[in-house]
């Protein structure tokens, strides 16, 4: 197949509006003989004649001239690939995608989203939602950029990096007087449970806190959003368990009386990049504000994997 070289389209260009090799030669900074040389070049990898002469000017032939209303968009298009690098050479830029869980997303991104916004507009960050396992193949197979998940998370190529404890309340209709400030495993199984969908990492380590009771519990519903399980039991429809987060200051909402467990639950939240990702400096910001979500809540160091100074040195 034959490709275009871009110098010799350009000297082509080049003796076409100079009507001349020596003048275009001199325009260029090249010899006569060089400026010659490749558009013969050229006209060889095309197959075609581009230049005649007619008296003492060179004009282009007919396949010269279809020749430069295609240089005209290429070298448009070339133009825009220039400004595009040279904007990622002078600042951060490009594009982040991130998957991580729906209270997460909904709870704690928020602000750290907005911040980046304003700080790097030339940097598009991309958030889709997911359970740990599904963002874990996901980032594993390069389809995403960076993970936020709740631990458990394994993989062989990745960097696991903890990066906040939250802890899990108890949730029930604020209409109901009879619940106490803190409850047990005993007290909670007793009650309808609407519930997190089943499979998702935090369902499990929910029902694992039940069963180190001796309880399981038959939730009365299962659902996949941590707002439709606040507002089942905002109406009244039972009791849930859900992360802090996700009723903290901020968000908290009427007709819900919130609740301290005992014995205490909680998940960790970790970054999970793969081992190889090449850091451009976009992504390594994008790491390093991810890892500083731990100083609103419990900081995990780990001096086992990447920390916020190395994203920032890589």
Same mark, same amino acid.
């Given at each position: 197949?034959? /490709?275009?070289?871009?110098?010799?389209?350009?000297?082509?260009?080049?003796?076409?509006?100079?009507?001349?090799?020596?003048?275009? #030669?001199? +325009?260029?900074?090249? @010899?006569?003989?060089?400026? @010659?040389?490749?558009?013969?070049?050229?006209?060889?990898?095309?197959?075609?004649?581009?230049?005649?002469?007619?008296?003492?000017?060179?004009?282009?032939?007919?396949?010269?001239?279809?020749?430069?209303?295609?240089?005209?968009?290429?070298?448009?298009?070339?133009?825009?690939?220039?400004?595009?690098?040279?904007?990622? !050479?002078?600042?951060?830029?490009?594009?982040?995608?991130?998957?991580?869980?729906?209270?997460?997303?909904?709870?704690?991104?928020?602000?750290?989203?907005?911040?980046? /916004?304003?700080?790097?507009?030339?940097?598009?960050? +991309?958030?889709?939602?997911?359970?740990?396992?599904?963002?874990?193949?996901?980032?594993?197979?390069?389809?995403?950029?960076?993970?936020?998940?709740?631990?458990?998370?394994?993989?062989?190529?990745?960097?696991?990096?903890?990066?906040?404890?939250?802890?899990?309340?108890?949730?029930?209709?604020?209409?109901?007087?009879?619940? !106490?400030?803190?409850?047990?495993?005993?007290?909670?199984?007793?009650?309808?449970?609407?519930?997190?969908?089943?499979?998702?990492?935090?369902?499990?380590?929910?029902?694992?806190?039940?069963?180190?009771?001796?309880?399981?519990? +038959?939730?009365?519903?299962?659902?996949?959003?941590?707002?439709?399980?606040?507002?089942?039991?905002?109406?009244?429809?039972?009791?849930?368990?859900?992360?802090?987060?996700?009723?903290? !200051?901020?968000?908290?909402?009427?007709?819900?009386?919130?609740?301290?467990?005992?014995?205490?639950?909680?998940?960790?939240?970790?970054?999970?990049?793969?081992?190889?990702?090449?850091?451009?400096?976009?992504?390594?910001?994008?790491?390093? #504000?991810?890892?500083?979500?731990?100083?609103?809540?419990? @900081?995990?160091?780990?001096?086992?994997?990447?920390?916020?100074?190395?994203?920032?040195?890589?």
């Amino acid at each position: 197949m034959r /490709r275009l070289n871009l110098d010799q389209l350009q000297t082509f260009t080049e003796v076409v509006d100079a009507g001349s090799f020596s003048a275009a #030669a001199a +325009r260029l900074g090249l @010899s006569q003989p060089a400026v @010659s040389l490749q558009v013969r070049q050229l006209e060889q990898r095309l197959n075609v004649r581009l230049i005649e002469r007619v008296g003492k000017r060179l004009k282009p032939t007919p396949a010269g001239s279809a020749l430069l209303e295609h240089a005209v968009r290429i070298d448009a298009a070339v133009e825009d690939a220039m400004q595009a690098l040279c904007t990622h !050479a002078q600042g951060v830029a490009g594009e982040v995608a991130i998957g991580t869980g729906a209270t997460a997303c909904i709870h704690l991104l928020p602000p750290m989203l907005r911040t980046m /916004r304003r700080r790097y507009p030339a940097l598009d960050i +991309r958030v889709s939602t997911g359970n740990t396992d599904d963002v874990v193949a996901a980032v594993t197979e390069n389809r995403l950029d960076v993970g936020l998940v709740t631990l458990p998370a394994a993989g062989r190529s990745l960097h696991i990096t903890p990066v906040l404890q939250d802890a899990f309340v108890a949730i029930a209709p604020a209409s109901d007087t009879h619940w !106490a400030d803190e409850l047990t495993p005993p007290g909670l199984a007793a009650a309808p449970m609407v519930a997190f969908e089943s499979g998702s990492s935090t369902r499990l380590l929910i029902d694992e806190w039940f069963l180190q009771a001796g309880l399981r519990v +038959r939730p009365v519903m299962a659902l996949g959003s941590i707002e439709a399980i606040k507002e089942m039991v905002a109406a009244g429809l039972g009791c849930s368990i859900v992360p802090r987060m996700s009723v903290s !200051a901020a968000h908290h909402r009427r007709g819900l009386r919130v609740c301290t467990l005992a014995p205490a639950l909680s998940r960790t939240l970790a970054v999970v990049v793969r081992q190889d990702k090449p850091l451009t400096p976009g992504l390594r910001k994008v790491l390093t #504000a991810l890892e500083a979500l731990g100083r609103g809540g419990t @900081s995990l160091p780990n001096p086992g994997t990447r920390r916020a100074n190395d994203w920032q040195s890589t």
